[in-house]
């Protein structure tokens, strides 16, 4: 068991920008698209997804003095806010953790093999979505059996979750052969969003304001386009925190930057994608007939190819900061949470269908809702970190325990 559980922490700590092109590049062999064309594929998504990684690090760099700016303000919290990263690596170390792996790809196997899923889950990564509650149940209750039978059954959600959303993620996002199976997002923040629609749609003049992105460029020319709104947005974040003016200059560049490079970077990984989303299909007609169908599962962050995820992004870092401030009884500054905003935003978009108005909305209630959950939520955070042997001095959170609704309903349970 530890030498597999070194294998998988080994195959891990690559990242997703080695594992995801290795994933894909087996995918393809196995959909006899051979083997240079699968390398090729892989590869491009790679590259994709290297360039997505360091376009949302630009965007975080970008902002980082206004990011200071409120920290300077936020002396006085007495929980750290530990971040998702160190908390994934983190539930890697719990004892089932390398039953965990082979477990969920079986699983997905024998429900595409017995139609019960059209989705299949290559986002590896990710699956700390799944083990971080599996890691909080074998804190809470001591059994290694309960964990991974949680993650496990996540990952069984996920794929159910992932196929439902699938015609609206392509539809929206043009993103074709692909679905979201990114679990904390599409079970909790997508149904969120879309309640909170319902909502708007009951409430009259706020039901009737549509602002779309696309809209906004065509009727305002030069004054609609995603760079030039990001500029915009990005001066005024300067302005508000009192920067100099070069910096303000700065920032609006680098907000405009992201917006364009986003997609960009996006569509490189659909290059690769395409054909193995192609071959995949034409694989499964061939073994399970000709109306069945495979969707690719990745990440989240392919939505972020769309501008009104970045415009939501750009003003909700500074709305999630003040939350700090007036959420009663606030003990963390969320420093951490800053960096999953952007993920955040994606599915309050396509829930709102790109309505930058509603998006915004949904942005705002959803974050207020991640921040609340992780501030209340920092004991159980905390025992779950007491297993995984990572020390940590007094209480830690984490926005997996505002968004991952699975880490919110097991810490309920708990408690009562």
């Known amino acids: 068991m530890e030498i597999l559980l070194q294998i998988v922490q080994g195959i891990l700590s690559m990242g997703a920008v080695v594992m995801l092109p290795i994933m894909i590049c087996i995918l393809g062999v196995v ?8 390398l090729r594929a892989g590869i491009q998504i790679g590259i994709g997804f290297q360039g997505l990684s360091l376009t949302v690090g630009l965007l975080m760099t970008t902002i980082k003095p206004v990011i200071d700016y409120y920290n300077t303000m936020g002396t006085g919290f007495t929980t750290v806010d530990i971040g998702w990263a160190a908390l994934g690596a983190a539930a890697w170390s719990v004892p089932f953790a390398p039953l965990a792996v082979p477990l969920i790809v079986l699983v997905n196997l024998i429900m595409l093999r017995t139609k019960l899923t059209k989705v299949m889950n290559v986002d590896m990564w990710n699956y700390i979505h799944f083990l971080i ?36 993620w392509q539809n929206y996002f043009g993103l074709e052969g692909t679905t979201c199976s990114t679990f904390s997002f599409i079970t909790f923040m997508y149904p969120l969003s879309v309640i909170i629609n319902k909502i708007i749609d009951h409430i009259p003049v706020l039901n009737k304001i549509d602002v779309d992105m696309e809209h906004l460029n065509s009727k305002l020319g030069v004054f609609g386009d995603p760079a030039f709104i990001g500029a915009v947005i990005g001066i005024f974040l300067g302005i508000i925190t009192k920067q100099t003016l070069p910096i303000c200059l700065v920032i609006g560049m680098g907000i405009a930057s992201v917006l364009i490079l986003i997609p960009r970077m996006v569509s490189i990984m659909m290059e690769g994608l395409t054909p193995i989303g192609n071959a995949a299909n034409e694989w499964v007609k061939k073994k399970l007939g000709e109306d069945a169908d495979l969707w690719i599962g990745m990440d989240v962050a392919l939505g972020l190819g769309d501008p009104a995820c970045i415009t939501c992004t750009a003003i909700c870092i500074p709305l999630t900061i003040l939350f700090a401030f007036i959420i009663p009884g606030m003990t963390y500054f969320p420093v951490g949470l800053l960096t999953v905003v952007c993920y955040v935003t994606i599915m309050c978009v396509l829930a709102s269908r790109g309505n930058l108005f509603r998006s915004l909305m949904c942005s705002s209630v959803s974050m207020f809702i991640v921040s609340y959950c992780a501030n209340v939520f920092s004991p159980e955070t905390t025992a779950m970190l007491g297993v995984t042997g990572l020390k940590v001095n007094g209480l830690v959170a984490d926005g997996f325990w505002g968004f991952n609704i699975a880490d919110i309903i097991l810490s309920l349970i708990h408690r009562l």
């Open 133 to 168: 509650p599996g890691a909080l149940a074998y804190a809470l209750w001591g059994s290694a059996a309960l964990g991974l039978a949680i993650t496990v059954g996540l990952s069984i959600i996920s794929l159910i979750c992932a196929q439902i959303i699938a015609p609206k």
């Open 31 to 38: 959909f006899r698209m051979g083997f240079g064309a699968s």
